[in-house]
């Protein structure tokens, strides 16, 4: 299958009309995705829908029909009993497109026990090397497996780090306001919150573990 180059992941958390339409515009994704009742929200933006799924029990008989007669969404129908949300198999068949990068709205807000089982689903890709993002109004969450160089963006002030492992080692710092060098950030610990990027470029390296990249600002 030929590899292609992004893909957007809608799922049922809180999500603005007007933020999903924006992010769709400036993503220019090649192929959208949309969980269950996140097609309301992908039909109330009015973006385009490649493959809608879940079990559908969270969106209107109205909207489903819309898109059973629109041809080109392809919908796909799981049981409302089983073992796997439907966020989980709608990352895992985002996954199976094989694309260089999913970027995830609808992740957060709501229920806790989703938006939270939703963080850990950032695992899914990592471990096939796609880089994967998922973005609200006021937060970009990455999980990291490897160093990597952040820019400076005025519009997301601040950078913090948990670990996804019981422990992340070696991790150094260089370029933001509070640096570490080859420091160990444990599970539970709130060290690595509200950084800022001092210099154009910064670097986030370390030599064991996972961790989570937030990027965060306050909304005015």
């Known amino acids: 299958m030929q590899r292609m180059k992004n893909l957007l992941l809608v799922l049922g958390g809180t999500l603005d009309a007007l933020f999903l339409k924006e992010c769709y515009e400036k993503m ?3 192929f959208v995705v949309a969980a269950d009742g996140a097609l309301e929200k992908v039909l109330a933006a009015g973006i385009p829908c490649d493959c809608g799924m879940g079990d559908f ?3 209107s008989k109205d909207v489903l029909c819309h898109f059973e007669e ?4 392809k919908l796909l129908s799981f049981p409302p009993e089983k073992d796997e949300t439907d966020a989980e198999l ?9 694309p260089d990068k999913i970027w995830i ?3 957060t ?15 899914i890709p990592l471990t096939k090397g796609i880089e994967c993002e998922i973005i609200d109004q006021q937060n970009r969450i990455r999980l990291l497996d490897r160093p990597i160089v952040l820019e400076k963006m005025d519009d997301w002030k601040y950078v913090s780090f948990l670990s996804y492992t019981d422990q992340t080692q070696g991790i150094t710092l260089k370029g933001f306001v509070y640096t570490v060098e080859n420091f160990t950030l ?4 709130t060290r690595c919150i509200s950084n800022e990027i001092c210099d154009e470029k910064a670097t986030v390296s370390f030599t064991n573990g996972l961790l989570y990249c937030i990027r965060s600002r306050d909304l005015r």
């Open 28 to 30: 220019q994704p090649h």
């Open 57 to 59: 029990d969270t969106v």
């Open 70 to 73: 629109d041809q080109n969404t």
């Open 90 to 98: 709608a990352v895992q068949f985002a996954v199976d497109q094989k």
């Open 105 to 107: 709205l609808g992740a």
């Open 109 to 123: 807000g709501g229920r806790m026990d989703h938006m939270l089982g939703n963080l850990e689903l950032l695992h």
């Open 186 to 189: 444990k599970k539970g610990s």
